[in-house]
């Protein structure tokens, strides 16, 4: 058994691992959680905290800032993909 | 002291031990404006403007956000990312004046309960510094610890607040959910995220949450305000019922502690015990974490490297990487959503357990952790490392508040006992911790 939770670079054959970690993980709990009775699990909709379509940000957010978070960027607008549609 | 010269013993501090010395690496970033900021706030304390938090030094965990500095997250996928507004918190903090000093270090995406997560490097526990500081706000932990910081602000999904402040000696306050606004906090799942503060001091674990509480409309759950009145916090309550939970932990050392402090209280107050059995209480754990990494897949589609970042399944490490892919395997349509609905039935089973615990009790107490802290990079388990939360997971999915305060030390490492109350009943939860606290004094 080793460290299973110190950052490194992962191989794709790792990451691969992972995922059939998480899975056999996932499939435990969900047997564990088996002996849990069905609920009907009530839910409210409040549409007063309901975002409006298209309202106005209410503060100003710095574009400078975020142009400079964007990986691929022309003068004044963020490339999101190129030549993959 | 000004808050000039109190910086500047800080920054020395820092200075010696975080990446020299001792290398605790509690900070990812130093503030490049705070002399420039401290001088300011000093003008205002002559003049008799300044606010609450005046002369209050404060790191901040970099998953939440503060205007032009970093906020990684620890994570290489944010590696240069600089958040672009405060947080509803943090501007609550500086309109009082408080003096931001940097970003700390933390799990990555807030996930661990160690601190090995980050991919800066796992930080050191201050008060044993071969061992793990808990997660996983290890930096801002580690921060108050060390005596880098007067106060740090975190958060706590399922145990981040609390478990660091536990295996560090200090106070981990984690308030009911949706009492704190997270606009500007980058989430880990949102059904359970909250933020809080870690401190020495219960009374400035209070003073913090009655500045940073109450409505917000920028988030849409945040809703309710509350009465938190500092004075009130140091009168011991009469006619109290302690709730003392019915769980069973391995190290009977930590129990016995915890025990003792229980005994102190019921003899010197007069205070009553019941103990509290909660129904499903040992699936909290299998509850938790399907719900956690569903919303973390979720939460991270956002960070596909196009407005920010890098694209996190190619940037991230082993933990954040295993909760996004679990996460994308429960929420698969050929599932049909069985284990997500599982967790979300047992969750509702808990949080009325608790609701009905509470009416046979004014408060519940426990160990805040069931270990004592392993080795940085130690040979440990998924399951094990999860089941370090195994304590703080059933409040957190309860929605109720929770605190960590020092209950003493095994072998020289820090232990914390945990009291949570009832939904909005921090204020009274903040009066009883108050109460353990004065059995130190």
Known sequence: MENEFLHKELTENEKLKIKERAKEIMKNFEEKLSEIDELEIKTTTKKEFARKENSPCEKKIDKEIMLQNAPKKNKDFIIAETKNW | ?441
């Open chain 2, 1 to 441: 002291m000004t808050t000039q010269e109190k910086l500047q013993q800080y920054l020395d501090e820092i200075e010696k031990h975080d990446k020299r010395n001792n290398s605790i690496n509690a900070f990812l970033y130093l503030n490049p404006h705070a002399e420039e900021q401290a001088k300011k706030i000093d003008k205002k304390i002559k003049e008799k403007k300044a606010g609450k938090l005046a002369g209050q030094i404060i790191s901040i965990k970099s998953n939440l956000c503060v205007e032009k500095l970093p906020a990684s997250c620890a994570s290489k996928t944010l590696e240069n990312y600089k958040a672009p507004y405060n947080a509803e918190i943090v501007q609550k903090l500086l309109n009082e004046d408080a003096l931001i000093i940097g970003m700390t270090n933390m799990d990555e995406f807030a996930s661990g309960s160690s601190g090995e997560t980050s991919y800066f490097g796992p930080t050191k526990n201050p008060k044993a510094l071969e061992l793990i500081p808990g997660g996983s706000s290890s930096g801002p932990a580690a921060s108050v610890a060390a005596n880098f910081c007067d106060i740090a602000m975190g958060s706590d999904t399922g145990g981040s607040l609390r478990n660091p402040a536990s295996h560090c000696g200090l106070v981990g306050l984690k308030p009911t959910y949706s009492l704190v606004s997270r606009y500007g906090l980058i989430d880990l799942a949102m059904s359970t995220d909250t933020i809080g503060p870690l401190t020495k001091t219960v009374h400035e674990a209070a003073k913090i949450l009655k500045i940073i509480s109450g409505k917000d409309k920028k988030d849409a759950i945040c809703q309710t305000d509350i009465e938190i009145n500092l004075k009130k916090i140091e009168e011991i309550p009469k006619d109290i019922t302690i709730g003392i939970l019915d769980f069973e932990i391995p190290n009977k050392n930590i129990q016995n502690l915890i025990d003792e402090k229980i005994k102190k209280a019921t003899e010197k107050y007069g205070w009553k015990t019941k103990k509290i059995k909660i129904d499903k209480i040992d699936l909290a754990i299998e509850t938790y974490y399907p719900i956690v990494y569903v919303e973390a897949f979720s939460g991270t589609r956002k960070l596909d490297g196009r407005r920010f970042g890098k694209k996190i399944e190619e940037s991230c490490g082993p933990e954040f990487l295993r909760r996004i892919l679990g996460g994308e395997e429960i929420s698969l349509a050929e599932h049909g959503g069985r284990c997500y609905h599982k967790a979300q039935n047992a969750r509702q089973i808990i949080e009325n357990e608790f609701k009905n615990a509470f009416k046979k009790c004014d408060f519940i107490i426990c160990p805040t952790v069931p270990r004592l802290p392993h080795k940085i990079g130690g040979q440990i388990s998924v399951e094990e490392m999860y089941a370090y939360d195994v304590l703080t997971v059933p409040f957190s999915l309860a929605r109720v508040p929770c605190i960590s305060i020092p209950a003493g030390e095994i072998d020289k490492i820090p232990v914390g006992m945990q009291i949570a109350c009832n939904q909005f009943e921090d204020e009274k939860m903040l009066q009883i911790a108050r109460c353990f606290e004065k059995l130190g004094e």
